[in-house]
């Protein structure tokens, strides 16, 4: 299915109560937006997880679907709420919440791209803000929303695997002395998005793999996790953030030339996450 925010490849059969979402793999830059921006082709796509939707392209093989973005984040973000509207890119909004995402830029109508810069000449009219998020927003959220229900009633459990990357020097950046730089972190908003038994099949899978995990520092989870992860109602969100630098070159992005072989591994641990755990075939389950 193919929408204008997004595209959803669903399995031949549901088999697993999980889910994937990659909320910022999106690459399909309208040229109003383009040509709007202060930024070169590149630089505008400097916040994009590009490829990520690519890494977790086989979870409908496992009976997991996988919704993906196709509008680009720096155009919209699916990944905060709908009122983070920022004062300072679109006209007639009298203050910002308090919030550090919003006053950074970061709002659901970002104001700039990695590294703090600008996207825009000036200011956006809300009219247009609005139409970006009835457009798109919303109905990334209400499939999403959809393909949870769908889990819980039909599993008993939802668990939403919110596929993102991360910078390289952001990990460097937050590297603790005499601690490995982790390849993945973990969110779960600590404990408040998923169950920790849920949290702990996640991070076993990807250590079984030979990849290095942390939870929660330096991402705990944004809108998605805060939003979906109910874990008193068997709802959980993992957010999964890969460091680029295993598969991509960050300066040109570009998948690396050993992409393939890293998308095998992904693939290994998409097998893992969805495979039958307990006794009664119900896939993942926090008890």
């Known amino acids: 299915m193919t929408h204008d925010a997004f595209t959803l490849h669903l399995p031949d059969l ?25 930024l070169d082709a ?4 400097s916040s994009e997880d590009a490829f990520v939707d690519r890494l977790f392209s086989a979870a409908p093989r496992f009976g997991a679907p996988l919704i993906a973005a196709r509008i680009p984040r720096a155009y919209i973000d699916l990944n905060r ?10 006209e007639g909004i009298d203050r910002a919440p ?12 970002p104001r700039v791209v990695a590294g703090g810069r600008a996207i825009y000449r000036g200011k956006l009219s ?11 927003w919303h109905p990334y959220h ?9 889990s819980l009633a039909q599993f008993g459990e939802a668990v939403l695997i919110d596929c993102h990357s991360m910078p390289h020097e952001a990990i460097e950046a937050h590297a603790r002395p005499g601690h490995p730089r982790p390849d993945v972190v973990l969110g779960d908003r600590f404990g408040a998005a998923a169950a920790r038994d849920v949290v702990d099949r996640v991070e076993a899978a990807f250590a079984a793999a030979g990849l290095r995990t ?3 520092a330096p991402f705990a989870g944004a809108y998605i996790a805060q939003a979906h992860g109910r874990p008193s109602r068997r709802q959980h969100v993992v957010q999964i953030e890969i460091d680029r630098a295993l598969y991509m070159d960050e300066a040109r992005i570009q998948p690396r030339a050993d992409f393939a072989q890293f998308q095998a591994l992904v693939t290994g641990i998409i097998a893992e996450i969805t495979a039958v755990s307990r006794p009664d075939a119900r896939p993942l389950a926090a008890e």
């Open 14 to 38: 549901r088999s697993t109560p999980v889910v994937f979402s990659s909320p910022h793999s999106g690459a399909d830059y309208p040229q109003s937006f383009v040509s709007q921006s202060l």
């Open 42 to 45: 590149r630089a505008i796509r």
């Open 81 to 90: 709420a709908a009122d983070e509207l920022d004062p300072a890119v679109i």
């Open 98 to 109: 308090h919030n550090p995402r919003v006053s950074s830029g970061l709002g659901v109508i």
């Open 126 to 136: 809300r009219a247009e803000a609005e139409t970006r998020i009835l457009r798109y």
């Open 142 to 150: 209400a499939a999403l929303k959809t393909l949870l229900d769908e």
């Open 214 to 216: 942390a939870r929660n």
